[in-house]
């Protein structure tokens, strides 16, 4: 009987150590720290629980009714330019028919999503230090440029901007908004008083974002102006002659040759 005993206290010891030894190693592996290579800084490092606000996520409304167009930009690409283009065209498919309630925040990272090669995004320029290089989701800031240059002309509350580090091309210097997945976003927030909708399309080398809104809110004498200040780019936005919104931009000329490529 004493045998029987101490036998069955041994096998229950060696089956509690081995529970605790499984949920030591879980525990071990619970905190993963990942590298992400972006379209501006490629060594970005951060934990994937590591974000900024998170807003109500932002629905698609293909057939409401959005009579008004308030505002429309439109840039230029090359279309010759097969990997630049595919990305431009991710990131169009996820902002196209996107509505903005009222009050509502729009945030281009958490409404494009990462920019990785599951997602559908190639390799093509973007800004490492003091030029252009290789790397993956190039062209992104292209889109994201040209939705802040429509909401901008539907006096929309321009919350969180910044501009290139290198010279660019497809807007005016002093008109960009750079993105860089978890650590640079471009929001606006739908102060307009109704709901507004964004049309995003991307063929033949035109990206166009048009603005739509449920009332005609449209403001009556609209101008944006950019302006030279030494070494910044003043850009400022009136309403009726007063301004509401100014933003300040500064960059550096790229190398005239690419020396590095760099896959994500």
Not at 195 to 201: A, G, P, Q
Request: proline content about 2%; some cysteine.
């Amino acid at each position: 009987m004493t045998a029987i005993l101490l036998c069955t206290v041994f096998v229950s010891c060696r089956q509690a150590k081995e529970a605790s030894a499984t949920t030591e190693s879980a525990a071990k592996t619970s905190t993963t720290t990942t590298t992400m290579r972006t379209t501006e800084d490629l060594e970005t490092t951060f934990e994937e629980a590591q974000t900024w606000h998170i807003y109500p996520a932002l629905e698609k409304d293909e057939y409401g009714d959005y009579p008004y167009e308030i505002s429309s930009y439109t840039t230029y690409y090359q279309t010759s330019n097969e990997t630049r283009t595919t990305n431009i065209r991710n990131a169009v498919a996820k902002l196209d028919e996107l509505c903005i309630p009222d009050g509502a925040t729009f945030s281009f990272n958490q409404t494009v999503g990462k920019r990785t090669v599951l997602a559908g995004y190639e390799e093509a320029k973007i800004v490492k230090g003091d030029e252009f290089v290789d790397g993956l989701g190039g062209g992104i800031c292209q889109v994201s440029s040209t939705v802040f240059q429509a909401a901008l002309r539907a006096n929309l509350n321009i919350t969180v901007r910044a501009c290139h580090s290198l010279e660019i091309s497809y807007v005016p210097l002093g008109a960009d908004a750079t993105v860089q997945w978890n650590s640079q976003d471009f929001q606006f927030k739908n102060n307009s008083g109704c709901d507004i909708k964004l049309v995003v399309s991307a063929s033949g080398g035109s990206l166009t974002c048009t603005i739509y809104a449920k009332e005609d809110v449209a403001p009556s004498d609209l101008k944006v102006d950019i302006s030279k200040s030494g070494e910044t780019y003043v850009l400022t936005r009136t309403v009726d002659g007063v301004e509401n919104y100014h933003t300040d931009s500064k960059y550096q000329k790229p190398k005239e040759t690419t020396t590095e490529t760099t896959k994500a």
